[in-house]
């Protein structure tokens, strides 16, 4: 237990539930829509509104074995490869196996996918997958009709929702376990202000951090909320080096910050080239799947040839599609490209890399437990160990499904725990907050030291000055005021000098983790996982696995590891 929570007034209000899940994304709401179906009493509490995640941005759409002739099998080679060594093999066989039926029943629950000619589920293909197993829905607009059929089974199953609300702290009771969380909610409605959640479940579902760097795919909400305060409340966390860039985005500018439109793997999919101001299909001869090699290897590929020819971006063709293809299976990428003066059906798509998804997180086991008592984990915000070092394009939807159903099955059968009595604010060293101003300048020195090329001097220099900005903070008189902006800025803070430290201590090139100074893959010295925790006093712990297999998260799962 680190004894660290967020400088914030004390609960003025609290309800009581069986389980909270803090998020509304996939993940969030599959897991708060198996618990109430359990009869366990449910309360969602979200940042935004319920549809304003990094869900109902996701354009490619769900992979999984759902087509003639493809297994689960053929799904999890494809899975490992791209994980580079490091995908714990029994949880992506769970998603594999689990992930079929776990699509039927998110149609089941009103989601609609489109259909090819014969009726069937259409599915086209993505980077890394040998198979054509992505189901999506308008097209490009999986994640907007995803997050519509969740919502509405939300609503219509009258679970109880708090939007608008920043969760804060996690509440313990007298023996260490999971008691609720506590939370500021944002405007006027039945709750206002700083309140607090009590349950003996939690479910962090608050997806990823993106915004931890200057351009990311990530909605504005992507703060690393629920990173931060897992590694307050001592949770461990695992592969947060490993962010993944999606290769193409389109260029909106070398000074362009925030939120990024997104140019789906999918286009990719359907037969677009990437290619440099010449016209030159560069990945031609750079890996057997050229465009739709793993994404690690399309992005590493296009910074290099930007890198050589000294340009700020490369290019993505498809006028070969025509108007009707671009109209009936693109909609949404074609709106935001003629929305920034582009037209792809007559001219190229200007793109670059940045940050997308995070593979690491809160280290789960299967069952979405993390290491404190009480504790989930689903989604972005959470590490299963089913992408390694690289995540394969379009399993975050299935992971977000099918581990949000094992931990809404997992409470249900063990049942809320509700020994101890409830604190009713967090325990511990209140935390010094960030001006809001700062938020900037973390993005800067990750982008910088951090992004898609990294060398130990980088590193070194963006651990530096993120200390550098935590011991500023510290002094008199600088430390920020409690509200929205400095709980997001000093949460983005935690995340950035977890996953800097991380970063430093891998010294090899593996996955979505580029090392400019350590090139190669070294499997003898760092096949392995990274596992990181906060000291009482604030700093990043970092420990190496023994192997690449996931260590146990609970006392008892290792005493049945080891017998």
């Given at each position: 237990?680190?004894g ?16 909270v ?17 359990a ?28 087509g ?23 949880a ?81 009771d007298a ?94 999919g359907e ?205 008199d ?13 000093t949460n ?51 420990r190496t696995?023994?192997?690449?297999d ?9 005493r049945?590891?080891?017998?």
């Amino acid at each position: 237990m680190t004894g660290i929570r967020l400088h914030a007034p004390a609960p003025g209000w609290a309800i009581d539930a069986d389980v909270v899940v803090v998020g509304s994304g996939v993940a969030g709401l599959t897991a708060a829509l198996r618990c109430t179906a359990a009869g366990l009493r449910t309360v969602v509490v979200t940042k935004a509104n319920l549809d304003d995640g990094s869900t109902r941005w996701a354009q490619g759409g769900v992979a999984a074995a759902l087509g003639e002739g493809d297994t689960p099998g053929q799904h999890l080679d494809d899975t490992l490869v791209a994980g580079a060594g490091l995908c714990d093999e029994p949880a992506v066989r769970l998603l594999v196996t689990e992930g079929p039926d776990a699509v039927r029943r998110l149609i089941a629950t009103g989601a609609s996918f489109d259909l090819a000619d014969d009726g069937e589920i259409a599915l086209t293909r993505e980077g890394g997958h040998h198979r054509r197993r992505i189901a999506h829905a308008g097209g490009d607009a999986t994640g907007a009709e995803i997050s519509r059929a969740l919502v509405e089974a939300i609503r219509e199953q009258g679970v109880r929702t708090i939007e608008h609300a920043l969760v804060l702290d996690l509440l313990k009771d007298a023996e260490g376990r999971t008691a609720g969380v506590t939370l500021h909610v944002m405007g006027e409605g039945q709750h206002d202000g700083v309140g607090a959640v009590r349950a003996p479940a939690v479910v962090l579902a608050t997806g990823g951090m993106g915004q931890v760097f200057s351009a990311t795919t990530n909605p504005p909400v992507a703060t690393g909320d629920g990173v931060a305060l897992a590694l307050r409340a001592g949770a461990e966390v695992s592969d947060l080096e490993f962010v993944q860039f999606h290769p193409t985005v389109l260029f909106l500018g070398a000074g362009a910050e925030g939120q990024q439109p997104l140019v789906s793997e999918a286009v990719r999919g359907e037969g677009a080239h990437l290619v440099d101001a010449d016209g030159v299909r560069f990945m031609v001869g750079q890996h057997e799947l050229a465009e739709l090699a793993p994404r690690d290897v399309v992005a590493k590929a296009i910074t290099r040839r930007m890198r050589e020819q000294g340009a700020a971006h490369m290019y993505l063709d498809a006028r070969h599609f025509g108007a009707a293809m671009w109209e009936h299976r693109f909609p949404t990428i074609l709106a935001a490209c003629r929305a920034h003066g582009i037209d792809p059906v007559t001219e190229p798509i200007p793109i670059s890399p940045a940050a997308h998804h995070a593979s690491g997180g809160v280290r789960t086991d299967l069952n979405g437990r993390t290491t404190v008592p009480g504790l989930y984990a689903c989604g972005e915000v959470a590490c299963t160990g089913v992408h390694g070092a690289n995540r394969l394009a379009s399993n975050s939807l299935l992971e977000g499904l099918v581990f949000a159903e094992r931990i809404a099955a997992d409470i249900a059968e063990h049942g809320p725990h509700r020994e101890g009595v409830p604190r009713t604010e967090p325990a511990g060293t209140v935390l010094t907050l960030l001006a809001p101003e700062v938020r900037r300048e973390i993005q800067r020195i990750m982008t910088q030291g951090a992004g898609v090329l990294r060398s130990a001097a980088g590193l070194t220099d963006a651990a530096d000055a993120l200390e550098a900005l935590r011991q500023d903070a510290e002094e008199d008189g600088k430390a920020a005021e409690p509200g929205v902006d400095s709980w997001e800025t000093t949460n983005l803070l935690c995340v950035a000098r977890v996953l800097a430290a991380a970063a430093l201590e891998r010294e090899e090139t593996r996955g979505c983790h580029w090392r400019e100074d350590r090139p190669d893959r070294d499997d003898e010295r760092w096949c392995r996982h990274l596992v990181v925790r906060l000291t009482p006093d604030r700093h990043p712990v970092v420990r190496t696995t023994r192997t690449a297999d996931f260590p146990p998260v609970t006392p008892e799962a290792a005493r049945e590891q080891q017998s």
